[in-house]
């Protein structure tokens, strides 16, 4: 059964930071392109970041460029989004997913993390 499980969201002070957990079970995400999105309360879900399964290159969103940072563990199966410098409208749930290079979404979501940014 093909699966994601994020972890590592929680609470935290505008100007902190969190790294953020994508552990895929059933497949391996290796042979994947791997995007993070986030989603707001009223708001629709939005691409964050994006890294290859080819060259390991990366995708930001403008809004996150310079602070965020995608990185992937083939051996762990897991892909990772390093926030720094953390504002409150960074506050959502967190997913990550199987993406096309344009950033599409495909197959399964996992249940997601909730990062909260408030002082």
């Known amino acids: 059964q093909v699966q994601f499980v994020e972890s590592g969201g929680g609470l935290v002070q505008p100007g902190g930071s969190l790294r953020l957990s994508c552990t895929a079970s059933g497949f391996s995400l290796g042979n994947y392109a791997i995007g993070w999105f986030r989603q707001a309360p009223g708001e629709e879900r939005e691409g964050v970041s994006l890294?290859?399964?080819?060259?390991?290159?990366?995708y930001y969103a403008d809004s996150v460029k310079g602070r965020f940072t995608i990185s992937r563990d083939n051996a762990k199966n897991t892909v990772y989004l390093q926030m720094n410098s953390l504002k409150p409208e960074d506050t959502a749930i967190y997913y990550c997913?199987?993406?096309?290079?344009?950033?599409?979404?495909?197959?399964?979501w996992g249940q997601g993390t909730q990062v909260t940014v408030s002082s």
């Open positions: 997913a199987t993406v096309s290079a344009t950033m599409v979404p495909f197959g399964s």
């Open positions: 890294i290859s399964s080819s060259d390991g290159s990366t």
